[in-house]
């Protein structure tokens, strides 16, 4: 009976590891998503203004 009670809480000691690393794991992931999402911003692409010269041929 001993060794199963060991068991069992090198098996809770462990599923606690993994949680903390997943934990950790997911806050990474969020915050590279959130700098990817960032720099991608449509509404903060800064833009270029150039004018277009329209010529006589190309008007129908």
Same mark, same amino acid.
């Given at each position: ?17 993994? %949680?903390?690393?997943?934990?950790? *794991? ?8 959130? *700098?990817? #999402?960032? #720099? ?14 329209? *010529?006589? %041929?190309? *008007?129908?």
């Amino acid at each position: 009976m001993l060794r199963s009670q060991e068991d069992v809480k090198r098996a809770e000691e462990t599923l606690e590891t993994h %949680r903390y690393q997943l934990q950790e *794991l997911e806050e990474g992931f969020k915050r590279e998503t959130d *700098l990817l #999402a960032a #720099a991608m911003d449509p509404l903060t692409e800064e833009l270029e203004q150039f004018t277009v010269k329209v *010529l006589k %041929r190309m *008007l129908c």
